[in-house]
């Protein structure tokens, strides 16, 4: 028995030096006590680190050279076509509102109830139309400062709406373009503070915390 294990420990350790694995054996209970100090913790179900898998950062395919946000172009559609969809929408309940008016001495019959439809039509038709219109200007006006200036800021936004303002009224007179441009740059300035208050803010109550530290 003891020269069959030893004649075959000689054949392994043979066969072990001649293929260059002659490392000693170790037990399970030698190598229950060995610390794993500088190794990773491995995922049971992938042989690859989890903390490769988290990514600290937003990755998007994108073609060389552009932005990760939406230009105005690209946002020009959507304005459009909410602004138009809203109009409509608002349009046909003050149509609602003014063809029931109108019609409250008439009885619930069917001319009343088309009359109120030709109403809720109109006035969806009309608001839409200005709506859109004036989102169009907006537009317009801004991917065009936008490309002279080179730059995309705030001031890009106060001047579009100040000039669809002062276009959009041009047909009332010269008050009629200072009170739209006034209009329009009122929105348009309290548009960009509303989309630069967490900024504000921020910098405002850090400000002062340094202060008084």
């Known amino acids: 028995m003891d020269n069959n294990s030893q004649g075959s420990g000689g054949i392994k350790a043979g066969l072990g030096g001649l293929f260059g694995g002659g490392a000693p054996e170790y037990s399970n209970t030698e190598l229950a006590g060995v610390p794993l100090t500088g190794m990773s913790p491995l995922s049971p179900y992938l042989n690859v680190d989890p903390r490769y898998l988290v990514q600290d950062t937003d990755e998007f395919i994108l073609p060389t050279g552009a932005s990760k946000t939406r230009g105005r172009f690209e946002l020009a559609f959507f304005t459009i076509g909410g602004s138009c969809m809203t109009g409509a929408a608002l349009g046909a309940v003050n149509g609602l509102r003014m063809g029931v008016k109108e019609t409250r001495d008439m009885p619930w019959s069917k001319p009343r109830n088309v009359q109120i439809l030709n109403m809720v039509t109109r006035q969806g038709a ?64 309290a548009y960009a503070l509303y989309n630069n208050w967490d900024h504000l803010t921020g910098s405002s109550s850090s400000s002062s915390s340094s202060r008084l530290y």
């Open 126 to 189: 009309s608001w839409a139309n200005s709506l859109g219109s004036v989102a169009l200007l907006y537009s317009a006006f801004g991917v065009a400062i936008e490309k002279a200036r080179g730059a995309e800021d705030d001031i890009n936004t106060v001047a579009a709406g100040t000039l669809t303002g002062m276009l959009f009224k041009s047909g009332s007179g010269l008050k009629g373009v200072a009170r739209g441009g006034l209009v329009g740059l009122a929105l348009s300035g």
